[in-house]
């Protein structure tokens, strides 16, 4: 058993949503109590202490949207790229990437990513992979790293006919055997997916396959909407837009992510909140490629269940809180906006979503709650309450800021020094791993 506690800790829990000097008591993979570090330790005198030496503690953050296959990107230039717009840095970038991935590759680039999420406090992933140069097993190399160093994971590939009809088909069994096989471990740390890139790369014979082999009880997760150039193929090829097209293929549902949503429609809208499905919004990686601002405000508004995540642009969830705040101000030029939606998406839209395929109750301290809990070296300047806590963490608080991360019970980070992992070594994998990779790429 182990107390964490000794710090200012926002609970994100309704009816106890801030204690000046706060702890949680951990017991398994689960929160046995939550309360003032005097009636903790009351309660509890022969528990473990790990003290926050008055940092905050709170809940461990969800990425609701991730690329693992990205890692080896950072600083990499390819021969020849240019983009002109977004097809181009598909193609250019992101594709050539994944096609030269080997099944270690993937290994390493999970485990530099886990770890990096750690580093961040984040502790539930959810992924959306791709390596078409080593297509089966990659979700079973990921899943490893994921066991080795206890994140949270939801994973899938995604479906894709840009590298032909064989291919496609490996993607979709990939998905299908991947999902069965996550549904037997029974440990509410893996789970699956049936993902798909986007509907521009998908034919309807793939579609057909993709839903014949897809387990009861799972949705999709795939891009929608993210350029201009997704839903124009739509409407020229299929003479509908995205969504309705989704909708014909049964693709819409409680369980399905979709991840942009940029160009839709309030027709569109509809269908996604009459259908329950789930949207995660991007905003770095929007701006990045240059693809446009969706109208997140007007989903949330709407009542759509809308969570956050990074698109593999950073693993810093604090960064894409950042980043949404001040785009949809922009956006909208409306200083009001999205001081409410954005935090709404974060704290509460992505703990949804996660609950949606895992049992746990994410996102909260309290009683019964999974033990998923950070600890962030912040001092604020200016009062902090149940009533600002949003504030300080949107100004005042980065992913790196967090000194100790504890995932369904087990202390993952303290003290800035990963417990049962050695990064040294891991690191080095990777980076001999990431050269050869460029070197594939630009030979």
């Not at 099944?103 to 992924?127: C, E, P, Q, R, W």
């Not at 009062?383 to 991360?405: E, R």
């Amino acid at each position: 058993m182990l107390i964490l506690g000794n710090g200012r800790m926002i609970t994100r829990d309704a009816d106890n949503p801030y204690l000046e000097c706060g702890a949680v008591v951990i017991d398994g993979t689960k929160i046995v109590k939550a309360g003032t570090l005097s009636e903790v330790k009351a309660a509890y005198p022969d528990a473990e202490f790990l003290d926050a030496k008055g940092k905050v503690i709170m809940p461990a953050f969800i990425n609701a949207h991730e690329h693992i296959y990205s890692a080896f990107a950072r600083g990499l230039s390819v021969k020849g790229y240019d983009p002109k717009g977004f097809l181009d840095i598909l193609d250019g970038m992101w594709w050539t990437i994944d096609r030269n991935l080997t099944l270690h590759d993937t290994y390493l680039s999970a485990m530099a990513t886990y770890i990096d999420s750690i580093k961040n406090g984040v502790t539930t992933v959810f992924d959306h992979h791709a390596s078409f140069g080593s297509i089966r097993g990659s979700l079973y190399e990921i899943e490893r790293a994921a066991k080795e160093t206890g994140v949270r994971s939801c994973l899938c590939y995604e479906i894709s006919d840009r590298d032909g009809k064989d291919k496609a088909r490996d993607s979709v069994m990939e998905n299908a055997e991947f999902i069965r096989h996550a549904r037997k471990e029974d440990t509410g740390m893996i789970a699956g997916m049936m993902g798909m890139h986007a509907q521009f790369t998908i034919s309807d014979e793939t579609m057909e396959l993709a839903a014949a082999n897809k387990p009861d009880g799972v949705g999709y997760h795939i891009h929608v909407a993210e350029g201009i150039e997704d839903l124009h193929d739509c409407l020229k090829h299929y003479g509908k837009r995205i969504v309705d097209r989704l909708m014909d293929w049964g693709i819409l549902g409680e369980k399905t992510l979709l991840g942009h949503c940029i160009y839709i429609n309030g027709h569109e809208m509809d269908l996604i909140k009459e259908t329950n499905t789930m949207v995660v919004h991007n905003p770095e990686s929007n701006m990045g490629n240059a693809c446009g601002c969706p109208p997140t405000m007007e989903l949330v508004h709407r009542g759509i269940l809308t969570g956050l995540g990074t698109d593999g642009y950073t693993h810093d969830m604090t960064e894409s809180y950042k980043v949404a705040n001040v785009l949809h101000k922009h956006h909208l030029c409306d200083p009001n906006a999205a001081w409410g939606e954005v935090p709404q998406m974060l704290f509460d839209g992505n703990v949804k979503i996660a609950e949606r395929y895992f049992p746990q109750k994410l996102g909260v301290l309290k009683e019964g709650a999974a033990a998923d809990v950070i600890v962030v070296d912040y001092d604020p300047l200016t009062p902090m309450n149940g009533d600002n806590a949003n504030s300080h963490i949107l100004f005042g608080m980065t992913g790196k800021q967090v000194v100790t991360t504890v995932a369904n019970g087990k202390v993952l980070m303290k003290d800035r020094e990963l417990v049962s992992i050695d990064e040294a070594k891991v690191m080095a994998d990777c980076r001999q791993a990431a050269k050869e990779l460029a070197e594939r790429i630009n030979a």
